[in-house]
């Protein structure tokens, strides 16, 4: 077991992280469109440092400040304040945690 676990942490550590965005890298006030599997989510960083953004979509019908945790695989692995393709987004609200299904596409609303 050991063997396996030194194994991920060293394809994380060599890991490229690219298909997404790191919210702590991006303006506050700037704006995404992010589609799931099974939504479509508007997202506004309100303080991509903190984590702190704006959503609507999925289970949120109206703008909802929430926590963008980050990137997960199933809640497994996380990329902090980050959202990639292929990977969940992982919210926390109101003291608990959402999982989306894998995002398929991250754009710039027009």
Excluded at 23 to 29: G, V
């Amino acid at each position: 077991m050991l063997n396996n676990t030194a194994q991920l942490d060293k394809q994380v550590a060599t890991c490229q992280w690219t298909g997404g965005a790191q919210i702590d890298r991006m303006e506050d006030l700037q704006s995404l469109i992010v589609e799931t599997r099974n939504s479509s989510y508007e997202i506004t960083i309100l303080s991509g440092e903190r984590g702190d953004i704006l959503v609507r979509g999925g289970s949120f019908r109206d703008r909802t400040p929430v926590h963008l945790s980050g990137a997960s695989l199933a809640g497994a692995l996380l990329k902090l304040r980050g959202i990639y393709v292929g990977l969940n987004m992982q919210f926390e609200y109101d003291g608990r945690y959402i999982l989306t299904s894998p995002v398929r596409r991250i754009g710039i609303p027009q």
